[in-house]
């Protein structure tokens, strides 16, 4: 429900938060991209240029279209990075469910 989507992006936040500061670059949409900006392209700029993808997944976000189109761009050219560097990429999927939710 509700608090499975609050989670995960509580969760999303946090981890963000935490790689920048680590000294890791990372992209998560509310903080990476602006209105009005071309989201595909800064999407798959960032999933070509990454090692490792963290993809944090509610139960709701699968039954909406925009966040799975933007999770199918996203995996689609993060897969091509995957081929060109031989397998050394990394993804890691985080369900919601398995999250404390934001009520308990």
Same mark, same amino acid.
């Given at each position: 429900?509700?608090?499975?989507?609050?989670?995960?992006?509580?969760?999303?936040?946090?981890?963000? *938060?935490?790689?920048?500061?680590?000294?890791?670059?990372?992209?998560?949409?509310?903080?990476?991209?602006?209105?009005?900006?071309?989201?595909?392209?800064?999407?798959?700029?960032?999933?070509?240029?990454?090692?490792?993808?963290?993809?944090?997944?509610?139960?709701?976000?699968?039954? *909406?279209?925009?966040?799975?189109?933007?999770?199918?761009?996203?995996?689609?050219?993060?897969?091509?990075?995957?081929?060109? *560097?031989?397998?050394?990429?990394?993804?890691?999927?985080?369900?919601?469910? *398995?999250?404390?939710?934001?009520?308990?």
């Amino acid at each position: 429900g509700p608090g499975q989507h609050a989670a995960a992006s509580n969760f999303a936040a946090q981890l963000y *938060r935490e790689l920048q500061r680590s000294g890791i670059s990372a992209f998560i949409d509310f903080a990476s991209l602006r209105p009005g900006e071309l989201w595909q392209e800064k999407l798959e700029k960032a999933a070509g240029g990454s090692l490792v993808f963290v993809a944090v997944v509610s139960k709701p976000y699968t039954q *909406r279209e925009w966040p799975m189109l933007e999770l199918d761009l996203a995996l689609t050219q993060w897969d091509k990075v995957q081929q060109a *560097r031989a397998g050394q990429c990394y993804i890691i999927p985080v369900m919601s469910e *398995r999250l404390p939710s934001s009520s308990e």
